[in-house]
Antibody
Framework: QVHLQVSGPGLVKPSETLSLTCAISGSSIGSDYYWGWIRQPPGKGLQWIGSIYHTGNTYLNPSLRGRVTISVDTSRNQFSLRLNSVTAADTAVYYC????????????????????WGQGTLVTVSS | SYEVTQPPSVSVSPRQTATIACSGDKLGARYVFWYQQKAGQSPVLVIHEHNKRPLEIPERFSGFKSGNTATLTISETQPMDEADYYCQAWDSRDMVFGGGTRLTVL
């Protein structure tokens, strides 16, 4: 059974960098899936941040592209999110997730919907 | 930027059919996905590729698309179906979520 676990600081100061890691168990970061980050501000809807393949190919939300970096660590079977120059608007629950279908089997564009989700972690941006 | 639009709220009586719409430009040419999110929980995928259900999702959940509007239908709605529902589509390398619809089972 695939399990995703988000870890990282729950409090980040304005203008600093938010860093989160998603540890994967029951699957390999090198398998034929994209791996994604999604966030949800308190009381608001879902916002996709970006997705990465183990080769490093990345799709990023255009509204965040200048501030966000997503990377993979194959040795630790995890992937990471870095969001710099944070403001209070970046306060949110951050989720990591894996799609339903492998890239080989998916016939649509980019990647399939997110099927496996981590538990989410609240990151608050405040001084 | 691309947008998909959902009604903020839908109400339904138990055992009736709930319908949640999602509309967007050229949505007819895109795959549409649906997620359910209950309070304090991570989202759950209920429909992918317009009308496919993951094995763990009850048959009561179905997806349909006509023109540029996709619809999530929940038949025989149960109190446990009360949740926020989000549609999602891709546009030019950008994954876009709708604003979400709160389904209330009265």
């Amino acid at each position: 059974q695939v399990h995703l676990q988000v870890s990282g600081p729950g409090l980040v100061k304005p203008s600093e960098t938010l860093s989160l890691t998603c540890a994967i168990s029951g699957s390999s970061i090198g398998s034929d899936y994209y791996w994604g980050w999604i966030r949800q501000p308190p009381g608001k809807g879902l916002q996709w941040i970006g997705s990465i393949y183990h080769t490093g190919n990345t799709y990023l939300n255009p509204s965040l592209r200048g501030r966000v970096t997503i990377s993979v660590d194959t040795s630790r079977n995890q992937f990471s999110l870095r969001l710099n120059s944070v403001t209070a608007a970046d306060t949110a629950v951050y989720y990591c997730a894996r799609p339903k279908t492998t890239q080989t089997d998916y016939v649509g564009s980019y990647h399939d919907a997110f099927h496996i989700w981590g538990q989410g972690t609240l990151v608050t941006v405040s001084s | 930027s691309y947008e998909v639009t959902q009604p903020p709220s839908v109400s339904v009586s138990p055992r009736q059919t709930a319908t949640i719409a999602c509309s967007g430009d050229k949505l007819g040419a895109r795959y549409v996905f649906w997620y359910q999110q209950k309070a304090g929980q991570s989202p759950v995928l209920v429909i992918h590729e317009h009308n496919k259900r993951p094995l763990e999702i009850p048959e009561r959940f179905s997806g349909f698309k006509s023109g540029n509007t996709a619809t999530l239908t929940i038949s025989e709605t149960q109190p446990m179906d009360e949740a926020d529902y989000y549609c999602q589509a891709w546009d030019s390398r950008d994954m876009v979520f709708g604003g979400g619809t709160r389904l209330t089972v009265l």
